[in-house]
C-alpha cells in the first residue's frame, strides 16, 4: 500500500479568521490615512511664506513624483504576493529572496530615475504646464528630491514584503516614521531654517532615505525569526527570476492603464470648466479617502490568499477570500452612506465657492455610489496580488479601460453625469473581467502556487 504524503507543517495552522483579517487590514488604513497628513502640512509650511506660487511649487512637484513613483507600484504589489506564498509554503530561502530580488530591482531602478532625471524633468514640466515662477520653485524640488529615488522605491519593497509576512505592526510603523520624520523636517527646514521649497524637498529626500535605512534594520531583525540563511541559489534561480519579472511587468501594465483612466478623468473634468473641474477634485477627495478603507481589506486579502496558496490549502484561501470580501462590503456600505448624508456638510468646508459648493452637490450621488461600485475590484485585485495572477490583472486593466473610454464617448452628451457614469462603469468593469477568471483561480487554489518548497 502506498503511503499517504506527510501533511506541509502550514496545514495545522488555523483557518483565517475576522481577527486576523482586521490584524492585516487596520494597520493598512491607519498607514493610509497617515499619508494625507503630509501634504496638509506641507501645505501648511509653505502656506506661511505668502505667495500662492510657493504652494503651486511643491503641489506640482509632489505630483510628479507622485505620478513617477505610482509606476513602480508594482515593486509593494508584486513583493507582497510573492513572498505571501513563501511565508505559506515555510521556504526561508525564498522569503529572503523575494526581498533580496525587490531591493535589486529597486535599486535599479531608482538609479536608472537619478540617470535619467534631465529627460524627465523636461518631460515632466512640458506635459504639466505652469506659470514660470512655480515651475523655478517646482524644478527647485524636482532637482533635490529626485536623490532619493532608489530609497523611495525600496520603501516600497519592503512594505510589501512585510505585508506578505503579515508583519503589519512592522509595516505601519514604517510608514509612520517616514511621514512623521518628513513633516517634522518640513516643519524644520521651512519655518526654522526659512530654506522654502528647498526645505520641502530635502525634508522628503531625509524622510525617505532614513525609512529605507530603517526598514533594512528592521528586515534584519525579522529574519532573525525565519528559519534558513541566505541562498545565492535561490537569489539567481532563473524560473524565479523569470516570474518576478513577469509578476512586475504585468503589475506596471495594469498600473499605467489605471493612471492613464484617472488622468484622462481630471483632463475631461477641466474640458467642462474650470468650477466643474474644481467639483470634481473635491468628489475625488472622497474616492481617495474610500481607497484607504477598501485598500486595507484587499491587502488583507494579498497576504491571506498568498500564504494559503503557497501551503496548498484550499479552505484557507476560501476562508481568507470569503471574510475580507464581507468586511470590506460591509465598510462600503458605510462609506456610501456616510458620503450621502454627511457630504454636503464636508463639500461646504473644502470651498467657499458657491458655485462650486453647488456643482459638487450636484455630483455628489456618484461619489456616494462609487464604494459600493468599486470594492469588488479593490478585493478582486487583493485576491489575484496575492495568487500572483497578474496576467489576468492587465488584462483586466486593458478591457476594462477600452470600456471606459467607449462609455465616456458614449455618454458625452450627459455631460458631466456621462463622465462619471463612465468613471463607474469602469470599476465596475475591473470587477467583472477579473470576476471571469476568479473561478479558475478557486477550482486551482489548492496547487496553483508554484512549489516554493522545492526551490
Known amino acids: 500500500m502506498t503511503p499517504a504524503p506527510a501533511p506541509h507543517p502550514a496545514s495545522s495552522k488555523p483557518l483565517p479568521d475576522n481577527a486576523q483579517v482586521l490584524r492585516v487590514a487596520i494597520p493598512v488604513v491607519l498607514s493610509g490615512l497617515s499619508t494625507p497628513l503630509i501634504g496638509l502640512i506641507d501645505t501648511a509650511a509653505v502656506g506661511q511664506l505668502g505667495d500662492a506660487k510657493y504652494i503651486g511649487a511643491v503641489a506640482l512637484g509632489a505630483l510628479i513624483f507622485t505620478f513617477l513613483y505610482w509606476a513602480f507600484g508594482f515593486l509593494r504589489m508584486g513583493t507582497t504576493g510573492l513572498t505571501a506564498q513563501a511565508h505559506g509554503a515555510e521556504n526561508g530561502a525564498e522569503i529572503r529572496a523575494c526581498l533580496g530580488r525587490a531591493l535589486f530591482i529597486a535599486l535599479a531602478a531608482g538609479c536608472g530615475l537619478i540617470l535619467l532625471q534631465l529627460p524627465l524633468e523636461f518631460a515632466a514640466f512640458t506635459l504639466v504646464g505652469a506659470e514660470a515662477d512655480a515651475e523655478a520653485l517646482a524644478r527647485t524640488y524636482f532637482d533635490i ?8 522605491l525600496a520603501n516600497f519593497a519592503l512594505l510589501g ?3 506578505g509576512l503579515q508583519r503589519m505592526r512592522t509595516a505601519l510603523a514604517l510608514q509612520l516614521f517616514l511621514n512623521g520624520m518628513n513633516a517634522g523636517l518640513d516643519a524644520l527646514f521651512v519655518f526654522v531654517f526659512e ?11 531625509i524622510a ?7 526598514g533594512l534594520f528592521l528586515a534584519v531583525r525579522v529574519l532573525k525569526s525565519v528559519p534558513g540563511g541566505w541562498n545565492l541559489a535561490a537569489l539567481k534561480d532563473k524560473a524565479a527570476l523569470t516570474r518576478t519579472i513577469a509578476v512586475n511587468r504585468d503589475i506596471m501594465i495594469r498600473t499605467l492603464l489605471l493612471l492613464f483612466a484617472f488622468a484622462f478623468f481630471t483632463a475631461q473634468s477641466a474640458g467642462h470648466g474650470n468650477e466643474v473641474l474644481a467639483a470634481n477634485t473635491i468628489l475625488m477627495q472622497f474616492v481617495s479617502f474610500a481607497a484607504y478603507f477598501l485598500d486595507g481589506f484587499a491587502f488583507a486579502a494579498e497576504a491571506l490568499v498568498g500564504e494559503a496558496l503557497g501551503a496548498k490549502r484550499r479552505e484557507a484561501f476560501a476562508r481568507a477570500v470569503k471574510l475580507s470580501t464581507l468586511w470590506a462590503a460591509g465598510i462600503s456600505l458605510l462609506l456610501s452612506a456616510g458620503f450621502a448624508l454627511s457630504g454636503p456638510f464636508f463639500i461646504a468646508l473644502l470651498t467657499t465657492a458657491e458655485p462650486v459648493r453647488a456643482l459638487a452637490g450636484t455630483y455628489l450621488v456618484w461619489a456616494a455610489i462609487l464604494p459600493i461600485a468599486s470594492v469588488w475590484c479593490y478585493q478582486l485585485d487583493g485576491i489575484f496580488i496575492g495568487a500572483t495572477r497578474t496576467g489576468e490583472m492587465r488584462n483586466a486593466a486593458i478591457f476594462s479601460l ?9 455618454f458625452q452628451p450627459l455631460g ?5 457614469a463612465a468613471f463607474t462603469l469602469f ?10 477568471y476568479y473561478p479558475r483561480l478557486a477550482a486551482q487554489s489548492a496547487g496553483a502556487a ?3 518548497r522545492g526551490f
Not at 530654506?195 to 529626500?205: E, F, H, K, R
Not at 525617505?208 to 530603517?214: D, M, R, T, V
Not at 470599476?427 to 471571469?436: G, H, K
Open 402 to 410: 477600452s470600456v471606459f473610454l467607449a462609455c465616456w464617448w458614449l
Open 450 to 452: 508554484a512549489d516554493l
Open 416 to 420: 458631466n453625469h456621462g463622465l462619471w
Open 195 to 205: 530654506m522654502g521649497v528647498a526645505g520641502i524637498a530635502y525634508g522628503t529626500l
Open 145 to 152: 528630491r529626485i536623490w532619493s529615488a532608489p530609497f523611495a
Open 427 to 436: 470599476a465596475l468593469m475591473r470587477a467583472l473581467s477579473l470576476a471571469v
Open 161 to 163: 514584503w512585510f505585508i
Open 208 to 214: 525617505e532615505i532614513s525609512a529605507a535605512l530603517a
